[in-house]
């Protein structure tokens, strides 16, 4: 929280691209390496693009779910079930990869919940991971799906528009003190997001790479209940774990 905004941004406008430039000296090989703030936990591969994700460390419960279902290729063969243009792009239900219960996409998972780990740590900018989950009225402890995620889009949200949606988290969480810091608001600006969404589900991971892929997925034609006509298919997988990863450009 108390990083300058252009050092919290790198990961999220992807200029943190680990590359071998042919024609590059020396010197300039390791400025560029130097850039290299975070790296990514999983790839999601589909036919728009990859999408490279930074799984965070202090939501560990759903970052040690989402890594167990990635191994276990729970995710393979999913599609991105739900597609809402300048909102988010959901997936990660089971019944979506099963014939026999396609047309239940969104009502799957794993069969458990996880426990929510909401915080105002991290706000819904474009790029964010969270998990999908059911609503308040039957869900009041805001529980998690086991399995179905979704990848912020959204749109640029303006000064005022977050002065109301401040007021109204305050109001429907009880944190009298919630506030955006003044990097979270240039972001919305900026960047775009979901204000709507914040501190109601969890947030636990960052797209570093492949942002591009969102604004690709979220463009294709929908059909009844937001479906893309065309199914997008997913793999995920759990890229190589590196020592000296470091974690940074959190919101």
């Known amino acids: 929280m108390k990083m300058n905004f252009v050092r919290r941004m790198l990961p999220l406008l992807a200029l943190v691209v680990l590359v071998s430039v042919q024609g590059f000296g020396q010197k300039e090989k390791k400025a560029k390496e130097k850039k290299v703030v975070v790296k990514p936990d999983v790839v999601v591969i589909t036919t728009y693009g990859n999408i490279y994700i930074d799984l965070f460390d202090d939501t560990p419960g759903h970052r040690d779910n989402f890594l167990k279902l990635t191994r276990e290729g729970v995710y393979d063969g999913t599609t991105f079930h ?3 243009s300048d909102f988010m792009i959901q997936g ?20 458990y919940t996880l426990p929510a780990e909401i915080s105002d740590k991290y706000v819904h900018l474009k790029g964010m991971l969270a998990a999908a989950r059911q609503s308040d009225q039957v869900n009041p402890k805001r529980e998690s799906s086991g399995s179905q995620f979704y990848l912020v889009q959204g749109k ?6 977050l002065d109301q949606m401040e007021k109204s988290i305050q109001q429907a969480s009880g944190k009298k003190d919630f ?6 608001r240039k972001a919305y600006e900026e960047l775009g997001g979901t204000p709507w969404l914040d501190m109601q589900y ?7 790479w492949g942002m591009e892929v969102i604004d690709k997925i979220a463009a294709v034609e929908k059909g009844p209940g937001d479906r893309p006509k065309t199914d997008i298919t997913m793999e995920v997988k759990v890229l190589k774990k590196w020592n000296d990863k470091k974690k940074v450009g959190k919101w």
């Open 179 to 184: 506030k955006y810091t003044p990097e979270q």
């Open 92 to 111: 990660g239900d089971p019944y979506s990869k099963d014939p026999a219960k396609t047309n239940m996409a969104g009502q799957g998972g794993p069969g």
């Open 202 to 208: 969890t947030i636990f991971g960052q797209v570093v």
């Open 82 to 84: 739900r597609v809402i």
């Open 156 to 161: 640029s949200v303006p000064g005022a528009q």
